[in-house]
Nanobody, 118 residues
Framework: QAQLVESGGGLVLPGGSLRLSCEVP????????IYWYRQPPGKDMELVAG???????DYKDFAKGRFFVSRDNIRRSVDLQLNDLKPEDTAVYYC????????????WGQGTQVTVSA
């Protein structure tokens, strides 16, 4: 089964920015609804933001105004711009395809670690 590949994480100071990238296979990219998730240390996985080729973008409340999700049709990637990062944004960030059931459909990839710390 396909996995998506996440990249772009790192260590950043509070208030800093990062741009995460999710590489999507060509046969999935055109019609797939892609969501970013994150798993903070010791906590459950949670939705962050998603994008559909038809319906646009969707953000959880904590992400609104700080995080921005976009599609790059040339690179076939779904990017997540993280701005004004806070220590509570520290997590492993993953991307996945959202199925009709509202659940992720692919095996999880390696994720990319985002650490926000002074």
């Amino acid at each position: 089964q396909a996995q998506l590949v996440e990249s772009g994480g790192g260590l950043v100071l509070p208030g800093g920015s990062l741009r995460l990238s999710c590489e999507v296979p060509a046969y999935i990219f055109t019609e797939a609804i892609i969501y970013w998730y994150r798993q903070p240390p010791g906590k459950d996985m949670e939705l962050v933001a998603g994008i559909s080729p038809t319906y646009g973008t969707d953000y959880k409340d904590f992400a609104k105004g700080r995080f921005f999700v976009s599609r790059d049709n040339i690179r076939r990637s779904v990017d997540l711009q993280l701005n004004d990062l806070k220590p509570e944004d520290t997590a492993v960030y993953y991307c996945n395809v959202l199925g009709n059931s509202g659940q992720p459909t692919l095996d999880w990839g390696q994720g990319t670690q985002v650490t926000v710390s002074a």
